[in-house]
């Protein structure tokens, strides 16, 4: 199946169109290039014509809205995905990205629900979820200080829906990726810049930064806001209240660490106070927390959410979880002593 997959991805080129309409896999062979529908039919016809039983799924993509549940209408859906189960596991399939990997859907079909297309029994509803969290990790490692300039590595790993854009602006143009990320980090000397093992068609991508950074020095007194990476510059929440849901479409986690090698030249005196933040009904988690050992400052900092979707009635208290998350990222001060 995933050969199948495979093949359909690197010889088939999605026009950027649903066109529910007027399908013609005849043309998309010829041409190479289809719609959605087209793209993911014929993908449907490839593996039922190896013994794989094959759904379709008719869906509302998120931009066209949600399709109503009470009486179905053919011109809500906009878009056709797949549904399959190999050894008792299912999988949705769309074959309209080659960053997307065997059993992963756009995040524009993440529209809660679609409607299963069974020519044997009718047609019924099928939740459309994502079951594991998509991830995004950064461990910052200083190995070394000397001439007052820290150095070290940042090691960076995005999985599932983290890591399609980056795959995606990667492979298009390694250089222009690499020059952005400069960038982005403009108070950090970058030496080398290394993506590990990369494969756009995997769930994750790897790299590792090797990195210099002068921190800020008044006296033999070092001031360092340790999170040189941050994940939220602003709080998204805004509104003063909210009468409709939060849907992210997938579940999140933010992941940071820092170890800093302290060894005979620094000396720490003063670290912040650690948190531990819930939202409720176990929906998500903020974690804090800096302590030294074995000669060694570490930080760790997570960020989860166990929901893809928050009904209005949990936005006050995703307001102020993020307060604390972008307050935490943006006000914390970390001080050491060089000996």
Request: charged share 25%; hydrophobic share 35%; proline share 4%.
């Amino acid at each position: 199946a995933k050969a199948i997959y495979q093949f359909v991805l690197e010889n088939y080129k999605w026009n950027g169109k649903p066109e529910r309409y007027d399908v013609s896999i005849k043309n998309l062979i010829k041409e190479k290039v289809g719609s959605s529908f087209e793209i993911n039919l014929l993908l449907e016809n490839l593996l039922s014509s190896e013994g794989f039983k094959i759904y379709p799924i008719l869906v509302s993509t998120r931009q066209n809205g949600l399709a109503t549940k009470i009486f179905p209408v053919l011109t809500d859906f906009n878009y056709v995905i797949l549904k399959t189960t190999i050894n008792d596991k299912d999988y949705f399939l769309d074959a309209t990205s080659p960053y997307l990997s065997f059993g992963e859907l756009p995040f524009r079909c993440l529209n809660q629900y679609g409607r299963l297309i069974d020519f044997e029994d009718g047609s019924y509803w099928e939740d459309i979820s994502v079951s594991k969290n998509s991830t995004r990790l950064h461990r910052v490692l200083f190995t070394s200080f000397d001439d007052d300039v820290f150095t070290g590595k940042i090691e960076s790993k995005y999985t599932g829906y983290h890591s399609h854009s980056v795959k995606r602006n990667y492979d298009e143009n390694p250089t222009q990726y690499k020059e952005r990320k400069a960038n982005t980090y403009s108070d950090i000397n970058i030496e080398e810049h290394i993506i590990e093992d990369f494969d756009k068609t995997k769930i994750d991508f790897n790299e590792e930064i090797n990195i210099s950074i002068e921190p800020e020095l008044i006296g033999n007194k070092i001031y360092l806001n340790p999170f040189i990476i941050k994940f939220f510059e602003e709080n998204p929440f805004k509104l003063q209240e909210r009468t409709y849901p939060i849907d992210f479409g997938y579940k999140d986690t933010y992941n940071y660490v820092m170890k800093i090698n302290l060894g005979d030249n620094l000396k720490v005196l003063e670290i912040p106070d650690s948190i531990n933040y819930a939202l409720p009904n176990k929906s998500g988690s903020f974690i804090f927390n800096v302590e030294t050992k074995d000669n060694e400052l570490i930080l760790y900092f997570k960020v989860k959410f166990d929901f893809a979707i928050y009904t209005p009635e949990f936005y006050s208290y995703l307001k102020s979880f993020m307060n604390k998350v972008v307050e935490t990222q943006k006000n914390t001060i970390i001080v050491l002593e060089k000996q």
